[in-house]
């Protein structure tokens, strides 16, 4: 039963593991790395949700009697680029800030915008 | 042609925003934009008529039949929410060439309108759908877009509060992608009228609950439900002024719409109310959501931080309304719904103007603004007293059903509870008004004039649209009903 659910188990620690860094860490750059944690995390959910027992990968042929279902495969692809395209955004915003306020940590920044009020 | 509107009222600006790049001139781009927007309120208000003259239409895209290709279905609810969008978004894209002259750089004018044209086509997308994962596709392109356009602001803290919005928003969306996942491995399935047939079988498995549990929290994340509102007052303030009078009458309401869908539609009215305590706990997340922020907005120093505030206090009496869960309180919340959105927008959209003239939104720059200018002022005050819930405005329509709909139920306490709520309002518009009408204008302030027409037409048009509902309800009133009466009788 737990051996069997394993990529589950997976999929739980590392929701955990990508969460808990986007809340406990103040550096920007470690956030967006724990966000793509968490993000990869669902990504693997989708795929194992997926497996059929002893399917094969669903490309049609002679012979194969069972597949895999394709779709969480392909929502997962629309998923990543999402994802990807949340990364790319977050560091860019990350550099911008750097350039903006000079430091990529939480707790600086929001002092200097303290000091702006 | 018809027949295809309710794809094209996606794909329109959808295709349209890349076209945006090879259109260099600002002004050329505006034009485009504004026409863009024009048509897509063009197709929505056709839309909302074919709905109520022949009921729910439902588009098979590419004529794979559902639930094996994607649909699109319109029924009142998603009708009325793509008419508040398109008519919001193309009103305040009038003032934008004007209002973003200041504000943004000139070689981003471009960028700018590409951004909201693909906002706009996500939260169009959010709303037509009838499938769980396009939601999801639709959420991020509008939120996406949503962070570029905040990060746009002139403010350094304009970049921090959009990473803010960013990590919030993908939490909140992930949340959401996890309870489809889970809701696909129970069913099969990811159409959502599918899902409303199949989900019943399985309802009392785990699995389902905890799908259940992920969708709710993250579309309270993106409806910003007290206590996970924190995203919102920044991100409001620092955008760019045109961005904010958009993004706060349709964002959240977008997301206030994917409650009611997921709730009443997809799981139904008996498991959502009955799996978690939602009346419970939304009923007084809603009250407490109103008094925190109606207490926060009269603290604040910016007017665009003090409307941020009222906007979270608003969202908390739309989910008062939905917490009631009778057909007089739904119609409560799609009412407040709409005209929340004529209030929010003619409100910033002054504020924009102001902006404009004086170049900040700070209470202390306001003095002696009723003299200056007089019609920007005016509408404010207007907008405001439309906020507040005075009888012939939209404010008064909304409040006035939301406490019939309590009264109904028994709710006394939460009615007495609502109406201290709108004194708030009144504390918090008042110190607008003081600063505005009773206070000597500043040194150096002899120079300011009254907003260029590009602001006073769109801010006006708005602020008689706030009166208009507020006298003739029946366009709003009768769709709200219908909508709220189809989502107790069959679903979806």
């Known amino acids: 039963m737990i051996l069997g659910l394993y990529n589950y188990w997976i999929v739980v620690v590392l929701m955990m593991v990508g969460f808990y860094i986007v809340i406990a860490h103040g550096n920007l750059i470690k956030k967006i790395v724990g966000l793509s944690i968490f993000q990869t995390s669902v990504f693997i959910f989708y795929i194992s949700m997926a497996k059929v027992d002893g399917g094969t990968a669903p490309i049609l042929a002679e012979g194969i009697q069972q597949y895999s279902n394709p779709l969480p495969h392909v929502l997962i692809l629309t998923a990543i680029v999402v994802g990807i395209a949340t990364t790319a955004l977050g560091l860019a915003l990350a550099v911008r800030i750097k350039?903006?306020?000079?430091?990529?940590?939480?707790?600086?920044?929001?002092?200097?915008?303290?000091?702006?009020? | 042609?018809?027949?295809?509107?309710?794809?094209?009222?996606?794909?329109?600006?959808?295709?349209?925003a890349p076209l945006c790049l090879f259109l260099t001139r600002s002004r050329l781009v505006w034009l485009f934009a504004l026409t863009v927007s024009g048509l897509a309120f063009l197709i929505s208000s056709l839309l909302l008529q074919q709905v109520m003259n022949s009921g729910t239409i439902i588009y098979t895209l590419g004529g794979w039949d559902a639930p094996w290709g994607i649909e699109y279905r319109i029924d009142y609810l998603n009708a009325l929410l793509l008419l508040v969008i398109t008519a919001v978004s193309t009103v305040v894209l009038v003032a934008a060439h004007t209002s973003i002259q200041h504000e943004i750089p000139k070689d981003k004018h471009t960028l700018f309108y590409i951004l909201y044209l693909l906002s706009l086509a996500g939260m169009l997308g959010i709303v037509a759908t009838g499938d769980a994962f396009n939601v999801f596709v639709f959420l991020e392109i509008s939120s996406l877009s949503a962070y570029a356009l905040i990060a746009l602001g002139k403010d350094r803290r304009a970049l921090w509060a959009s990473y803010q919005y960013l990590i919030m928003g993908t939490i909140g969306a992930t949340f959401i992608l996890i309870g489809i996942g889970l809701m696909y491995q129970m069913t099969g399935t990811l159409n959502m009228y599918d899902l409303s047939q199949r989900l019943p079988e399985v309802?009392?498995?785990?699995t389902v609950f905890t799908a259940f549990a992920f969708v709710i929290v993250g579309v309270c994340l993106k409806l910003a439900l007290f206590p996970l509102h924190l995203w919102l007052p920044n991100a409001y303030a620092y955008a760019p002024s045109i961005v904010t009078a958009f993004f706060a009458a349709t964002a959240t309401k977008v997301a206030v719409y994917l409650l009611i869908r997921f709730t009443f539609s997809i799981f139904g009215l008996s498991f959502s109310f009955t799996a978690l305590p939602l009346q419970a706990l939304?009923?007084?997340?809603?009250?407490?959501?109103?008094?925190?922020?109606?207490?926060?907005?009269?603290?604040?120093?910016?007017?665009?931080?003090?409307?941020?505030?009222?906007?979270?206090?608003?969202i908390g009496y739309m989910i008062v309304g939905f917490s009631v869960s009778t057909a007089t309180g739904l119609t409560a919340t799609l009412l407040h719904l709409f005209n929340h959105a004529l209030m929010k927008s003619a409100l910033f959209l002054a504020l924009a103007a102001v902006?404009?003239?004086i170049g900040s939104a700070q209470l202390s720059q306001f003095h002696g603004l009723g003299r200056q200018m007089p019609f920007t002022m005016a509408a404010i005050v207007i907008g405001g007293l439309s906020l507040i819930g005075v009888p012939l405005t939209v404010g008064f329509v909304s409040k006035w059903y939301l406490v019939l709909a309590t009264i109904e139920n028994g709710w006394w306490p939460v009615t007495v509870l609502i109406l201290l709520g709108s004194l708030l309002a009144i504390v918090y518009v008042w110190r607008i008004v003081e600063a505005a009408y009773f206070k000597p204008p500043l040194a150096g302030s002899e120079g300011i004039k009254e907003a260029p027409m590009?602001?006073?037409i769109p801010v006006w048009t708005l602020v008689i649209a706030n009166i208009y509902f507020g006298i003739d309800t029946r366009l709003s009133v009768q769709v709200a009903q219908a909508a709220a009466q189809s989502l107790f009788g069959v679903s979806p």
């Open chain 1, 99 to 117: 350039e903006a306020y000079g430091s990529i940590e939480e707790e600086e920044i929001q002092e200097k915008d303290n000091l702006d009020c």
């Open chain 2, 355 to 357: 902006v404009y003239r």
């Open chain 2, 282 to 314: 939304f009923v007084v997340l809603g009250l407490l959501g109103i008094f925190v922020a109606s207490f926060a907005a009269i603290y604040q120093k910016n007017v665009k931080h003090l409307f941020a505030y009222s906007s979270i206090a608003q």
């Open chain 2, 454 to 456: 590009s602001f006073l």
């Open chain 2, 1 to 16: 042609m018809l027949t295809h509107l309710p794809i094209l009222q996606v794909i329109v600006p959808l295709m349209a």
């Open chain 2, 203 to 206: 309802e009392n498995s785990r």
